[in-house]
């Protein structure tokens, strides 16, 4: 049955519960990793000896380097504080992930993505210290970066998003509900005014 006029509709994104969103993000999340890891090895062992392969000139090209710390070099050599921190993230993220009772698909890519993105970078820091990037933009000066670097930017992006998207919704939920409630008013207030209306005033004949 359709609802009345000015009632508030449910949002149409499909919507998923806790239950499955919650191995929807780790599967996604395990797969960011398996994908960064295969990746990392790849490049190891194919421009080790300090060789570049160029995928597109002067745009994009592959060379293996070592990082020690964040971007740009930033915290050269403090390891188990950037493995605490994704330790920190990723239990941050899956409380979030519990917190909501429900997701839409873009939740679970954003968490997926940003789980996944920052335990790939940290085993790499457990293990050796060191995180293997080989991603190199020749049209930008920007630090190289991996396969888990793209998974965080893209996580953090989508997660602006859907940030974007659910307070433009809750706003427009809001004023939805304020019209309804007034269209509410409006109707009791017919209602009660009609009886008056159709009865018999004092002194008029019958």
């Known amino acids: 049955m359709c609802g009345r006029i000015g009632e508030p509709k449910l949002r149409n994104s499909r919507e998923y519960g806790r239950r499955l969103a919650l191995p929807v993000i780790l599967i996604l999340a395990l797969l960011v990793i398996g994908l960064d890891r295969m990746t990392k090895f790849m490049a190891v062992d194919r421009l080790g000896d300090g060789s570049v392969y160029t995928v597109i000139p002067n745009i994009l090209d592959f060379m293996l380097v070592y990082n020690m710390g964040a971007a740009w070099g930033i915290l050269e050599g403090a390891r188990f504080i950037f493995v605490i921190i994704s330790v920190i993230a990723t239990l941050a993220l899956l409380a979030y992930a519990i917190w909501r009772k429900r997701h839409t698909l873009l939740s679970l890519l954003a968490i997926g993505l940003l789980i996944g993105g920052a335990n790939g970078n ?85």
Do not use: W, Y
């Open 122 to 206: 940290a085993i790499d820091r457990a293990l050796s210290g060191e995180v293997v990037d080989f991603i190199h933009l020749l049209f930008i000066n920007f630090p190289l970066f991996n396969v888990a670097d793209c998974a965080i930017a893209c996580g953090v992006f989508l997660l602006f998003v859907l940030f974007f998207m659910e307070s433009r919704a809750d706003s427009r939920d809001r004023r939805l509900r304020a019209l309804h409630s007034r269209q509410s008013d409006e109707r009791e207030l017919i209602e009660i005014k009609q009886p008056l209306d159709g009865s018999d005033t004092p002194g008029e004949s019958t």
